[in-house]
């Protein structure tokens, strides 16, 4: 015997098969938005991951007049406020990597001897598997996500003569792999000065405090804006990444306020369907002695519960479709993916809402027009 038998719950469990279609249609549609914004949030995502490098460092260039790189490097040394830990002169070069939304240009950084064991300690070190490139031969240490991601092992290529992309007057092979979770690739600064253009040398500063880096980045873009020198930091490049996706989301903000509107109408049409199909049973029920108030506030608590249970087992499918795709396509490539990303169920929010606000003025519309006696009498007819 069921001990709450007119509780508002009752019926929901007694009569899963025409509450289920109605949980069905929201658990698809927050999967529908989240998936979307998760897949979108992946892009800036795998940019600041792809380039996290440059958080423990800023980059000097002096705009293609080798004759300041000393002043620079001067001026760091004797103006920074922030101490200096170590400070490099290197090449670059540039090759693609893989990602969602097609090729980007990564840079492959050129160093002496003596800077390779500095450079490393300072992105965390990681098992190296290999060895590290020799002065002047076309050789390249990278670490394990970008190898993941090109599909390289050992004495694979990385540049070459024949890749238009990734290109190098000989064949760079890849020599070792190091277990290191940020995306790097290092060469010999010999190899890039007889091989490469330009022929700029280029300055990394790490701060002695690797806590105060982002104060000396910060300190050097000032201190360089009027210089004839670029800066490139990690906190300038979320700043572009920003403004990239800015419109991006602007658009994304319409679709889904679309579908939330699209979604919010369905919902309001079967849930009219829903608490008509149930007239005959409210007349009794009013007939017996309760109050429209309290048919109101039960008919309420049926469709909140639908709502809410939609949302909930929406926000879980969601949470096990992202990370089977992580698995399953991400990560096997080293792309990036959050399926806990805050803003993906952020914005799944509008839908139970709005749904929740059209219903509830269903229901109260459609009670305030009821007449149990009519009911009643076809019944009785």
């Not at 249970?309 to 089977?324: C, E, H, Q, R």
Request: some cysteine; charged content about 20%.
């Amino acid at each position: 015997m069921t001990r709450y038998p007119l509780a508002p719950v009752t019926f929901l469990t007694r009569n899963m098969t025409k509450i289920m279609p109605m949980v069905g249609v929201i658990v698809l549609a927050t999967l529908l938005v989240a998936g979307i914004v998760a897949i979108m949030d992946s892009i800036p995502l795998s940019i600041r991951t792809t380039y996290g490098y440059s958080k423990n460092y800023l980059g000097v260039s002096p705009r293609g007049d080798n004759d300041l790189t000393p002043k620079l490097r001067r001026i760091l040394e004797e103006e920074s406020p922030v101490p200096i830990g170590d400070l490099m002169t290197c090449r670059a070069s540039n090759f693609e990597v893989r990602s969602i939304v097609g090729p980007w240009q990564f840079v492959i950084i050129g160093l002496h001897d003596e800077d390779v064991k500095p450079y490393l300690d300072r992105m965390g070190g990681g098992k190296l598997v290999g060895r590290l490139p020799k002065a002047g031969l076309p050789e390249a240490l990278v670490s394990a996500p970008l190898a993941r991601n090109l599909g390289l092992g050992i004495g694979d290529q990385l540049l070459g003569p024949n890749t238009q992309d990734s290109y190098s007057a000989l064949p760079v092979k890849v020599v070792g792999i190091v277990e290191n979770p940020l995306w790097l690739a290092l060469t010999s600064f010999e190899y890039l000065a007889l091989y490469h253009l330009p022929p700029i040398d280029l300055l990394i500063a790490m701060s002695k405090d690797p806590a105060r880096q982002a104060e000396m980045d910060s300190w050097t873009v000032a201190r360089f804006e009027k210089e004839r020198a670029r800066v490139f930091t990690f906190a300038e490049l979320e700043k572009q990444t920003d403004k990239m996706f800015e419109i991006l989301y602007m658009i994304l903000n319409v679709v889904i306020g679309l579908l939330v509107v699209v979604i919010t109408v369905m919902m309001s049409l079967l849930m009219g369907i829903y608490v008509g199909q149930r007239m005959n049973e409210f007349g009794l029920l009013q007939a017996l002695g309760f109050t429209r108030e309290r048919l109101v506030r039960r008919s309420l608590a049926e469709a909140l519960i639908v709502v809410g249970l939609g949302w909930a087992s929406g926000v879980l499918v969601s949470f096990g479709f992202l990370s089977l795709i992580k698995a399953v396509l991400f990560e096997p490539n080293a792309f990036m993916l959050d399926p806990l990303a805050p803003r993906a169920y952020a914005y799944t929010l509008p839908i139970p809402v709005a749904i929740a606000l059209a219903v509830s003025w269903n229901v109260v519309n459609r009670f305030r027009r009821f007449d149990p006696i009519a009911v009643i009498e076809r019944r009785s007819a």
